[in-house]
C-alpha cells in the first residue's frame, strides 16, 4: 500500500507562519508531481500549490508571495511554508501525489487525510 501523512496544522495567529509537511511512505516506484490542496466550510477543494517532478512550481493566486512549495525527493517528502497567514487561509489542508507503485506500471493520484489550519486572534 501507499499512504501519505500530514503534519504541522495548528491555530495561529494572523500574520504567524506555519510549515506542513507530507510523506510518502509504502511500496513506491516513482513519484512525479505533489500538490497541496485546501478545503474550508462551504467551499469547494482548491489547488493550493502544486511542484512537479522537474521542479517547476504554481501558486494560486490568493496564496501568491506567502506560500512556498518545496521537495525533497530523497525523503518522499512535500512540505508548504506559509507565511503571512490570514483568517482566510483557515481550511484542512490535504497533500496530494502521483504515484507509480511497485505493483503496478500505472500511476494514480493518492491523498492524505488531511491537516486543520486555523488563523485566528
Known amino acids: 500500500q501507499v499512504q501519505l501523512v500530514e503534519s504541522g496544522g495548528d491555530l495561529v495567529q494572523p500574520g504567524g507562519s506555519l510549515r506542513l509537511s507530507c510523506v510518502a511512505s509504502?511500496?513506491?516506484?516513482?513519484?512525479?508531481?505533489m500538490a497541496w490542496y485546501r478545503q474550508a466550510p462551504g467551499k469547494q477543494r482548491e489547488l493550493v500549490a502544486d511542484?512537479?517532478?522537474?521542479?517547476?512550481?504554481n501558486y494560486a493566486d490568493s496564496v501568491k508571495g506567502r506560500f512556498t512549495i518545496s521537495r525533497d525527493n530523497a525523503k518522499n517528502t512535500v512540505y508548504l511554508q506559509m507565511n503571512n497567514l490570514k483568517p482566510e487561509d483557515t481550511a484542512v489542508y490535504y497533500c496530494?501525489?502521483?504515484?507509480?507503485?511497485?505493483?503496478?506500471?500505472?500511476?494514480?493520484?493518492?491523498w492524505g487525510q488531511g491537516t486543520q489550519v486555523t488563523v485566528s486572534s
Open positions: 496530494n501525489a502521483r504515484i507509480r507503485p511497485t505493483y503496478s506500471s500505472r500511476w494514480r493520484d493518492y
Open positions: 509504502g511500496s513506491i516506484s516513482s513519484i512525479a508531481a
Open positions: 511542484n512537479t517532478g522537474s521542479g517547476s512550481t
